[in-house]
């Protein structure tokens, strides 16, 4: 009875009319020959890691002390922001030295660190005095690996409203378009249970669900004929959202369980480090599953909103931002950091980063021990990337990302690399062809490429 | 062929035998109507001989204000508080400096507001069903009802069959009340009702095509009550209260009489004044208190609210009333006994809202000059200082000013914030506060201001009376008023409007109920730019 007109995107993603095309089902089993396939998850926290290669004033830095050359193996003890991943180290690539986007303030590289651009400028905006938001000016390296690989990409984060409107952004599908994550604890595991699991009433809100969409497909189908014709395309996007919708729903359970999720406050400050863990088992039941083969964790705004209260999990009680503790880190007043000082701002600032790669580390340990389907780790077959917008004290020098997993293709963890100021680009451009499309050579702004970083 | 592939062929057919120059002729389906172009100057003179231009309306959705508001209608009581939860979690965007929700939605937001519909949609059929007797008659009411209202117009006949059928299915299989709870899910979730659809009359009119008069009576009731229209609003604009010049002024100067104008100007002035950050500003001082924000957030829109509502509802008033409403809290900052209601203050020290400690507290206790200089630059003078280098490094006043690349900017932006520096971060008058690094001024070394604001001023009081007699400082925050109005920035088809707008505004004597009566009786207002059809 509907006409479905098949959009481009749904044609991108593979998507058909047929009601067996379901993004989120187990779409995508092993390839013919039962080999896993390959899949990405970004984990990404604010700011940077504040510690430079050497460190300063009380601080150890992340180079190693013997590191001589661009590269080394990783020494018997890791610096102190990396102490939770001892027991992964020889699995992690310590990329350091990467440098952001040029041209764009620190503020807005968390915008740009996945797109490889600029910001994107609404310039009629900008000119009468707003500020619009801040957009990516282009296709995040996630969404690229996403429609590529045919699967609908997870995103998972705490709130990412901040201090300013578009920070909180670091995936796009396209120039000016956010990919918004989910931001409930709730939200997050109803989407990975597909409907499936035994809740009084759920068929009925099934049922509605199918009616509403259904419905809202007619009125906009009611009224097209009457908008303008900008209005009518934006009408036609949002269509294409709500088809996407309706394949999604009633999906059975694939058997495999995510588990009952706690019922806690997943806007608090408080929650974070419990909410992240959850995120963590989301995210690895959702790859387990073949829900899908690209996600992100986030951890809300990454220029640096969320503050440590987190004495029971960290012993770290802090009413401080991240982005203030980053900011008195590298001595710069401003930015709500009055009454810390420098001397506790550093000492923050490494507990702070200690607890992110703490909450990596649990994300690494769930998919080392959560099976592929050929038995092997979730870890060997999947590229985990801890990202962070900036670098050294708060700047955009000397960023440094951790490269986990990816065993089974071809990463070669265990080190410490130099990239000497090489931008992201030249890392997602590796990480394409790392997950098999050889054909992406370049990626983001074309002066900020070189080549693919060897991950190998 | 639908226009657009029309317009498209004739392009290519023009282009192939070789015509160069900008299209500019439109073969619309019932004949010819010329694109109108503003004029290249912006002058009163230029653009009383043009013909009116609107800029395009970009597609909006109800921001969150809005959209709690509209609830508000249908159902009583507070919004259930998961669901407001989410509500507060889909972000506003911002167009024009001012919130407003442009952008595309993604499927994740398009999600969160069926998940809002869906969390909303019991508790309002229960409240309509209270007063139902005859389940079938109760679906008939629900759907006309609540359409009418949730979509800002009564449905077509064809809708309501399909709206029906919907009912009747889901009824079949669950019930009557679990379907009632289907159908408003499904008004919820309609772009209907989240967008801002503004529909229009079948014609132009040169380069304007008006909205009908439901679309105007909503972009009437959502700039001034930032809600939907009520069905009072409805049903007069069904009688045809908004066909005509004089009944659409009387609509506005009724609307305006509404206690319900209040939260328009109020979400003016919250954003305009940034009123929402002040209990994110760090403060240790030790006479603060965690209620203090709040106090100096009530203070200043008391103010407004009352100079609004008085004799003298003009922009000078609010720059140079030297009364306020400061509460117990505030008292002691302002070294005056408590006292519920209207204090006079000493107008040597006092001058309108630059003197709350609402907006001296704002901008924290670091360098407070650069960052209130920079303000009034932005908000009274539309001059706003460019940003800031991407890496900001420390340094004093005294080296801001006289080094460069700092001193370009800060020379503009220190000095005129120096004319505050007998207030501390709290507000608090200090009289023998430390010499600032430079002399209190407006200063302008890129030529952007009128030259009459230039010079040296002795403090806020010289100050606040050099902008409120400047015309400058009229045609700025006319032109945001009418941004906030829009819900976007504006656009060159915009600016002769614009200027007329702020020209009446002046000779009015810069009465900003006058300001809001013109903006919304105005004949853009009223329409939209014939070439988005």
Redesign the interface.
Known sequence: MNQRAISRRQLALGLGASAAALPFLRSFPASADGRPLAKVVFFASPTGFLVGPSGGSGVEGWLPSAMRGREMDVPARLPEVFSPLEEHKRDILFLGELRGIRG???HQQAVCMLTGRKVYRNE??R???????F?GDGESIDQLLARRLQVAPL?LSF???GFQ?GE?RMSF?EA?????????IA?AFDRVSGGGSAMPGLD??L???E??????A???R??EG??????RE??Q??LE??R??EQQIGMPSAGCGAGEPGSYDS?SHENIPRLIRDYNQVMVHALACGFTRVGFVQLGNLEGSLRPRWSADYGLDANFTDH?ISHKFA????A????LSEARARDLGVQLQVAYNDLFADLLTRLRETPDVDGSPLLDNTVVVHVKPQGQNH??SNIMWLVAGGKNLGIRGGRFLRVDGRHHNDFHVALAQTVGLSDVTSFGRGDHNTAPLELG | MTVRMRRLAVSVFLLAFGCTGTFDAEQGEGGEHAAVRPPEVIDPVTCAATPPTVGATPLRRLTQLQYLNTIALVLDGPMPADAETRLRSILDGREGGFRSSAGVLDEELVRQYLALADELAGPIAAQFAASCDDDSRCADALIRTLGRQLFRRPLAEADVVEYRMMYDEFAAEFGASDARVTVVAALLSSPRFLFHLEETQEASSGALRALDAYGLASRLSFFLFQSAPDETLLAAAEAGAFDTDAGIEAEVRQMLADPRAARGIEHFFTQWLELEGLSDVPNDDPASSPGLPAAMRLETLTFIEDVLGGSEPSLASLLTASYSFPNDALAELYGVAPRDGRVDLDPSTRAGFLTHPSFLFRFGDRHPEIFRGAWVLSHLLCAPPPPPPPEVPEADSASRLSTQPCATCHSMMDPLGFTFHHYDALGRFVEDAAAPAAEPAIVDPQNRLDPSLVGPVSGPRELAARLATSDDVHRCVSDQWDRFARGRAETEFDRCEQLELSERFIASGGDLRELIVSIATSPTFRARSASEY
């Open positions: 764009v303030g620190s009629p905006e000119s009468a005095g707003g500020d619009g938001d957009n995103g709130r990412t409203n409107l909180g599908t000016n378009r956010p990919f918004t994550p989910i931001q409930s939200d009925v809100r049922a509605r669900r009616s509403v969409l259904d419905r809202v007619g009125d906009i009611a009224i009457r908008v303008s014709m900008a209005d934006r009408l996007s949002h959202s709500v996407t919708l806007t203030a001595g710069r007043t401003g709500g950091s009055d009454g700047s955009t």
